[in-house]
């Protein structure tokens, strides 16, 4: 698989898993009812493994705030299947400030939540560095089990924790079992600290398939023969939507059949739609907000291509999500997308940080006649039932 390196081909790749326990460590995991929205991936790949596991736990501190934030509110321990999920209340300042990891009690509070609930494992798998990957070496030092942390963090993130040096971080790393990171280029990086690194990169849920795109605009009740341009993200500034909106002011004065739809809520709305205004765009750039999870597929299935002008990615998720719906997609040339956009059959990349590159290949997109089912074909490498046997491959190579 393009992206992935020592994978194996085998008949049943998790038969040996079935009378084992996965403990999951993630910073953050949806609700029951899902009204709280965390980090869908680590849940999309939970339903890849957990038929093959005896056992999932998950353990998700949260912070505590006495029910001021969502957050605390709405996440409460619950079960389904045979997943476990724990968010124990916990303490900490959610930032590094002048290289020092402030106050932080999700280690104690993780430990507290095993012993309390009598929670026994047999491997541990950490998603992001800090806390999870930290969590997960304790763990490991104290149970005696082998742990695999997934290095999610975008590039900017990544490089700041490289800068930082830190004693804990490094320990994250060097005493791990493996390392999964999102991304190829990152890999040598690692294996200065450790020597067991893979490349596996996110994939896409089920839910992101082909709907026919006069259907799925019928139900969003968008026009049938307008080109329309789709982007989603939190609205902070590292996604750089500020240089979408430049660049469909270029593409406006050449195109009048165009519409750019922003999906994603987030401190620079305000800025961004004062953006719109200011270029007179309303009518040609509009913010979403917050799109429901059941209509992100249909947003995905109406557009003509997907946009991300991110200034850095890890591996991003809506990549696989829009070429799993057999859209072509556009995006900067930041982390792992350069590895997974790697013909102009697939998408366009572009320099982050500059409208008029972005203009050009949107117009470029919007002339051209594309593939869809060379597209799909291509994505089926990225389903996350493909990406959960390569992440098997390392939980069987530890487990030796």
């Known amino acids: 698989m393009n992206g992935i390196v020592n994978a194996k081909d085998k008949d049943n790749p998790l038969a040996d898993l079935k009378d084992k326990t996965l403990l999951i460590l993630t910073p953050s995991y949806p609700n029951e009812d899902k009204s709280f929205i965390a980090e869908m991936f680590v849940e999309y790949l939970i339903a890849e ?13 949260v912070l505590r705030s006495f029910k001021y934030l969502k957050k605390d509110k709405l996440c409460i321990d619950y079960s389904y299947d045979n997943v476990e999920v724990y968010y124990p ?15 932080d009690s999700r280690l104690q509070v993780v430990e507290r939540t ?3 609930h009598h929670l026994f494992f047999d491997l541990i798998h950490a998603h992001f560095t800090w806390p999870s990957g930290y969590i997960g070496v304790r763990l ?42 999102v991304n190829r280029k990152d890999v040598p990086v690692l ?6 690194v893979y490349s596996i990169p996110n994939g896409f849920s089920s839910s992101f398939y082909p709907i026919e795109i006069a259907r799925a605009r019928e139900q969003l009740d968008l026009s049938a023969d307008t080109k329309i341009v789709f982007t989603l993200g939190n609205l902070i500034k590292r996604k750089g939507f500020n240089y979408l909106i430049d ?6 004065q050449q195109w009048d059949n165009v519409l750019c739809f922003i999906g994603g809520a987030g401190q620079e709305r305000r800025r961004l739609q004062g953006q719109i205004d200011t270029l007179h765009l309303s009518d040609k750039v509009r913010l979403l907000g917050s799109v429901p999870g059941d209509q992100l597929a249909l947003w995905m299935n109406a557009c003509d291509f997907f946009v991300l002008p991110s200034l850095n990615e890890g591996n991003p998720t809506v990549m696989f999500e829009a070429l799993g719906c057999g859209k072509p997609f556009v995006g900067t ?18 320099d982050p940080a500059d409208p008029e590159d972005l203009a050009d290949k949107i117009l470029v997109a919007l002339d051209r006649e594309w593939d869809s089912e060379k597209i799909l074909a291509y994505a089926e490498r990225y389903t996350w039932a493909n990406v959960a046997k390569e992440i098997v491959d390392v939980y069987e190579e530890v487990l030796k």
């Open 114 to 116: 095993i012993k309390e």
């Open 247 to 252: 660049a469909m002011d270029i593409i406006c």
């Open 49 to 61: 493994l957990k038929q093959h596991f005896k056992k999932v736990i998950v353990i998700a501190p």
């Open 140 to 181: 490991k030092e104290k149970h005696c089990k082998p742990v695999i942390t997934t290095i999610h963090e975008n590039c900017e993130w990544f490089d700041k924790e490289i800068e930082m040096n830190h004693p804990l971080i490094n320990a994250a790393w060097s005493e791990a079992d493996a390392l999964v990171r």
């Open 191 to 196: 294996q200065r600290y450790n020597k067991c």
């Open 89 to 103: 209340r916990c303490t900490y300042i959610p930032l590094f400030w002048l290289s020092k990891i402030l106050i």
């Open 333 to 350: 040339k930041v982390g792992g997308v350069p590895e997974v956009i790697t013909s102009e059959d697939y998408g366009l990349l572009v």
